[in-house]
């Protein structure tokens, strides 16, 4: 079984979706997360051992907001005032100075056209900003225009978990965010929805926090209460990509975000018997909870994104290869385009074995893969491999740091990460 929930499932429109079930059909493999609509994607499916039924659910977490802090931007200009302009510039460089907290921050924005600051996915100017701020809404409408509309009608479905994303602020910057959105900055609120934007009252900026929708909650609540009750044993996947910190690189966050802890524990508790997650593109702890394994990320297992020839929507519009100068293959572009995929954190992958003793977890078992940490010709990048001793205890050594927090004890066997689970009553 195999789940199709992700943030790629569409990137070939309907069409390219339908070819793929059919393939995994053809070839007897069933898949979960996507399909003709929502409740058909929530469902569960089941496989039937010499063992028992075994129950699969795979989700994803979905938001709409592109306010990443400095990514691409969405919406229309929030038109500001010089003295409102210099505020949220203020607010993105605090945030910006926060980067040293972390190993792997988010790039340094480039400079803002004149009058204008690009912050939380927005841009914020004044009313005669120059004309390349011009140029630089254009050029965001197009690029998403173009994004969204190459990948044609779209009317499958994802199990997705919708979330609302906010922003932290300080109390003094919530007042300046309100009175240019034409709040109340004396209201007493410590939110604030404006341009699209979701902002909550923090201790420091550049913090996320998100809000799982409630009716997608409790109907993938249902479904694992539903998929326990006809199965032997539940297994539940999610994909998913959130990071704690708005000032920290995209999908390197070794430790999971306040609603992942709170959605794997109530999957554990309406029943499910195993959780792991996947998306985020390096690793991040484990947890036993109530005898039951959380993964909250495994990482990449096959990840060969520098050996794609292209994306879809470069390919509709690729341009003839320029008579003159050197001639570059899609691998060398990839060299530069993917370089932030091709740090040693996403080159680790985890594979996990779980033993039960009496229906009753006993011990679960990491064996850490290679996908490109040691040297290997640039085809076999993203290809999972059997890592050296060295390799296998540092990618273990980081695991066990990462799942301190939940107090999981994990020692190194030759290689191999033990879990062992005292017996329960």
Not at 350 to 355: I, Y
Request: hydrophobic share 35%.
């Amino acid at each position: 079984m195999v789940t199709k929930a992700n943030n790629h499932t569409f990137d070939n429109g309907d069409a390219g979706l339908v070819q793929n079930l059919e393939q995994l059909r053809r070839v007897g493999i069933d898949y979960v997360g996507t399909d003709y609509n929502t409740v058909e994607a929530r469902l569960a499916r089941f496989n039937t051992t010499p063992k028992g039924i075994v129950g699969f659910i795979g989700a994803y977490a979905e938001t709409q907001d592109f306010s990443q802090l400095v990514g691409v931007p969405a919406g229309n200009p929030v038109v500001v005032t010089p003295e409102q302009l210099e505020q949220v510039r203020a607010i993105r460089d605090g945030i910006i100075a926060r980067r040293d907290e972390v190993s792997r921050p988010l790039g340094m924005p480039k400079a803002d056209p004149e009058g204008s600051v690009l912050v939380f996915g927005r841009q914020f100017r004044v009313q005669d900003a120059s004309a390349k701020a011009d140029a630089e809404v254009v050029g965001i409408k197009k690029r998403l225009d173009h994004h969204f509309g190459s990948k044609g009608d779209i009317t499958y479905k994802n199990n997705s978990l919708r979330l609302k994303v906010f922003h932290s602020v300080t109390a003094e910057q919530m007042k300046q965010l309100k009175a240019i959105a034409g709040v109340n900055p004396d209201d007493g609120s410590e939110t604030l929805h404006a341009f699209d934007i979701h902002f909550r009252v923090g201790a420091k900026p550049g913090e996320y926090s998100y809000e799982m929708e409630p009716q997608d909650l409790r109907d993938i609540l249902r479904e694992v209460r539903s998929g326990k009750q006809f199965s032997d044993f539940l297994s539940v996947t999610i994909h998913w990509h959130q990071n704690r910190f708005s000032f920290q690189h995209y999908s390197f966050d070794h430790y999971p975000a306040d609603f992942q802890i709170d959605f794997a524990r109530q999957v554990i508790d309406h029943g499910a018997d195993f959780f792991f997650a996947h998306g985020v593109h390096t690793l991040k702890g484990v947890e036993i909870y109530k005898g039951k394994p959380i993964f909250y990320g495994v990482s990449n297992f096959v990840f060969q994104h520098s050996q794609f020839r292209s994306w879809r929507d470069d390919a509709a519009f690729r341009a003839p290869t320029p008579l003159e100068g050197p001639i570059v293959g899609d691998g060398e572009s990839n060299e530069g385009r993917w370089a932030w995929l091709d740090l040693p954190e996403n080159k680790e992958a985890l594979l996990v074995s779980a033993d039960y003793l009496d229906g009753k977890l006993s011990r679960v078992s990491i064996y850490p893969a290679d996908l490109g940490i040691t040297p290997r010709p640039g085809s076999m990048i993203g290809t999972p491999r059997r890592p050296t001793p060295e390799v296998a205890n540092k990618i273990l050594g980081r695991l066990c740091e990462y799942s301190q927090p939940f107090g999981t004890e994990i020692r190194i066997e030759d290689g191999v990460g033990v879990i062992d689970i005292p017996p329960q009553s």
